[in-house]
């Protein structure tokens, strides 16, 4: 059953009909709800493709019924053909002209144009590194917040989300059988049996047909995921109703004897590697807010703030952490946004626990980019010469933009303003653990932290809901 997860997480192409068709490394599907986009466009015109030849293949259905309806009635009628040799000659004109039609028709090919369009959309589908990206935000996120395997599979994040349809038993099954790779055996459990909860929607032996796994294959799993939680009476169970199904099968007969020998001499079993458990830690913590000295006013400090005084909030003193409410307006975002989407691109330089495409722009790619550097710089006092580059940054699933998921991140900047360009629905938290500081995304506004003696330790949570986007500019 793993060489199945092997080749269904593996496959580096795509082959139909002999022809091997290339891919791309990673379209990053899985790092950007942006890229997500064309892949919901992909989707449509793939549907569109399917519907065109489900109609070809009713226009070409419908003749042949035409065709057997004809012969029918001429067999129907053959008491006439002694009675009135004239109708004989329908007979043969029916056998010599339209039998060789008849013929013509079954050896026509079918949806040729369909097949050419479908085949191209293959290039253009995700490929094994995005499949591999997605698996792992999902781990990232049940780990992180906890998240119940029914509750993920069937839409509850805060409440039911209507517009989103439960997980089949493909969803569930391929999670199992990841956790079960990775020697989580617990979770492993828990999605290979919603996997058998959601068979039953598999009403169709037909549609059975079609899949790369069937029922044996789950029982399989189920084996093992029970063996590894030292559960072996559950995993005889599963392994007896799978030789009932295949008396023959090898690898089960193998298993029985020794389930029954660790039933009754149990082992001592290893425990999991444990991961993101500093992320873990971090967002699962609640903040309270802190009362004090820390002030919120308007500040009017430049000659541009004295026109359009701006709410700051200090957040922290020391190290300093100040957040700007309303710093942009939402026509200046949709700029910011429409500049950077054909400059996004995976950092390659960062962390795998990043999951997120940025946009480098520079000033003098927009006038609205000139214009936030220039305001920054202006509100926080920093050169004007220093940094000219605005990085736009787009989420993905379960994203995040750490550059480690260690206490003590490799990379260190004098100061960071940090803009958020859209809200989040749950997630994409920055959190300053030295300071139990947790500051929730904000459409427009803009959080600014002074790092001169790296005190000022960030770390963002993974995002669970929302398409969302930020602007960082590190400042030196």
């Not at 008849?102 to 590194?129: C, F, H, M, N, W």
């Not at 294959?217 to 995993?235: D, H, M």
């Not at 359009?308 to 200090?314: D, S």
């Given at each position: 059953?793993l060489?199945?997860?092997?080749?269904?997480?593996?496959?580096?192409?795509?082959?139909?009909k002999?022809?091997?068709?290339?891919?791309p490394?990673s379209?990053?599907?899985?790092?950007?709800?942006?890229?997500?986009?064309?892949?919901?466009?992909?989707?449509?015109?793939?549907?569109?493709?399917?519907?065109?030849?489900?109609?070809?293949?009713?226009?070409?259905?419908?003749?042949?019924?035409?065709?057997?309806?004809h012969?029918?009635?001429?067999?129907?009628?053959?008491?006439?053909?002694?009675?009135?040799?004239?109708?004989?000659?329908?007979?043969?004109?029916?056998m010599?002209?339209?039998?060789?039609?008849?013929?013509?028709?079954?050896?026509?090919?079918?949806?040729?144009?369909q097949?050419?369009?479908?085949?191209?959309?293959?290039?253009?589908?995700?490929?094994?590194?995005?499949?591999?990206?997605?698996?792992?935000?999902?781990?990232?996120?049940?780990?992180?917040y906890?998240?119940?395997?029914?509750?993920?599979?069937?839409?509850?994040?805060?409440?039911?989300?209507?517009?989103?349809?439960?997980w089949?038993?493909d969803?569930?099954?391929?999670?199992?059988?990841?956790?079960?790779?990775?020697?989580?055996?617990?979770?492993?459990?828990?999605?290979?049996?919603?996997?058998?909860?959601?068979?039953?929607?598999?009403?169709?032996?037909?549609?059975?047909?079609?899949?790369?796994?069937?029922?044996?294959?789950l029982l399989?799993?189920?084996?093992?995921?029970?063996?590894?939680?030292g559960?072996?009476?559950?995993?005889?169970?599963?392994?007896?109703?799978?030789?009932?199904?295949?008396?023959?099968?090898?690898?089960?007969?193998?298993?029985?004897?020794?389930?029954?020998?660790?039933?009754?001499?149990?082992?001592?079993l290893?425990?999991?590697?444990?991961?993101?458990?500093?992320?873990?830690?971090?967002?699962s913590?609640?903040?309270?807010?802190?009362?004090?000295?820390?002030?919120?006013?308007?500040?009017?400090?430049?000659?541009?703030?004295?026109?359009?005084?701006?709410?700051?909030?200090?957040?922290?003193?020391?190290?300093h952490?100040?957040?700007?409410?309303?710093?942009?307006?939402?026509?200046?975002?949709e700029?910011?946004?429409?500049?950077?989407?054909?400059?996004?691109?995976?950092?390659?330089?960062?962390?795998?626990?990043?999951?997120?495409?940025?946009?480098?722009?520079?000033?003098?790619?927009?006038?609205?980019v000139?214009k936030?550097?220039?305001?920054?710089?202006?509100?926080?006092?920093?050169?004007?010469?220093?940094?000219?580059?605005?990085?736009?940054?787009?989420y993905?699933?379960?994203?995040?933009?750490?550059?480690?998921?260690?206490?003590?991140?490799?990379?260190h900047?004098?100061?960071?303003?940090?803009?958020?360009?859209?809200?989040?629905?749950?997630?994409?938290?920055?959190?300053?653990?030295?300071?139990?500081?947790?500051?929730?995304?904000?459409?427009?506004?803009?959080?600014?932290?002074?790092?001169?003696?790296?005190?000022?330790?960030?770390?963002?949570?993974?995002?669970?809901k929302?398409?969302?986007?930020?602007?960082?500019?590190?400042?030196?």
């Amino acid at each position: 059953m793993l060489l199945l997860f092997v080749v269904v997480t593996a496959c580096l192409g795509f082959q139909v009909k002999g022809d091997v068709v290339s891919a791309p490394h990673s379209y990053d599907f899985a790092i950007s709800s942006e890229a997500q986009l064309s892949l919901l466009k992909l989707k449509e015109t793939q549907v569109n493709n399917l519907q065109s030849y489900n109609k070809v293949l009713k226009m070409h259905l419908q003749k042949i019924r035409g065709a057997i309806r004809h012969s029918e009635d001429l067999l129907n009628t053959t008491t006439n053909f002694h009675s009135n040799l004239i109708f004989g000659y329908k007979v043969l004109r029916h056998m010599h002209i339209d039998w060789p039609q008849y013929l013509r028709l079954l050896k026509k090919d079918l949806g040729t144009e369909q097949i050419a369009v479908s085949q191209k959309l293959l290039a253009q589908q995700p490929t094994s590194v995005d499949f591999e990206e997605s698996m792992g935000a999902m781990r990232r996120l049940q780990t992180v917040y906890d998240l119940e395997s029914y509750a993920m599979a069937e839409g509850f994040i805060d409440d039911k989300d209507k517009n989103i349809r439960s997980w089949s038993t493909d969803e569930c099954l391929i999670l199992g059988l990841m956790y079960l790779f990775l020697g989580h055996y617990n979770q492993s459990e828990n999605w290979l049996q919603l996997a058998l909860y959601y068979y039953e929607d598999y009403l169709s032996p037909e549609e059975l047909k079609m899949k790369l796994w069937n029922y044996s294959n789950l029982l399989e799993s189920l084996v093992e995921a029970n063996k590894g939680l030292g559960r072996y009476l559950e995993a005889k169970k599963c392994a007896n109703e799978l030789l009932s199904i295949n008396p023959n099968h090898t690898y089960m007969l193998t298993q029985l004897p020794k389930l029954k020998y660790l039933q009754s001499n149990p082992i001592k079993l290893t425990k999991p590697k444990k991961f993101f458990e500093l992320q873990k830690a971090i967002c699962s913590k609640r903040y309270r807010r802190k009362s004090g000295v820390l002030v919120c006013r308007y500040v009017d400090w430049t000659p541009f703030l004295k026109l359009a005084p701006l709410k700051m909030e200090e957040l922290s003193m020391k190290p300093h952490i100040s957040i700007f409410y309303r710093f942009l307006g939402t026509k200046d975002i949709e700029v910011l946004k429409n500049v950077s989407r054909p400059k996004l691109q995976r950092d390659k330089h960062l962390s795998g626990n990043c999951s997120c495409k940025i946009g480098n722009l520079s000033s003098s790619s927009h006038d609205v980019v000139r214009k936030v550097n220039e305001l920054i710089l202006d509100i926080t006092g920093f050169p004007s010469k220093g940094n000219q580059m605005l990085e736009v940054i787009n989420y993905g699933i379960a994203g995040n933009y750490n550059p480690d998921d260690t206490a003590q991140p490799r990379k260190h900047n004098k100061a960071n303003a940090f803009i958020f360009l859209s809200n989040a629905g749950k997630g994409g938290e920055i959190v300053f653990p030295s300071r139990d500081l947790k500051v929730r995304p904000r459409k427009g506004s803009m959080l600014v932290w002074v790092n001169l003696k790296k005190s000022a330790i960030y770390h963002q949570c993974p995002i669970l809901k929302g398409n969302v986007w930020v602007a960082n500019k590190v400042l030196n």
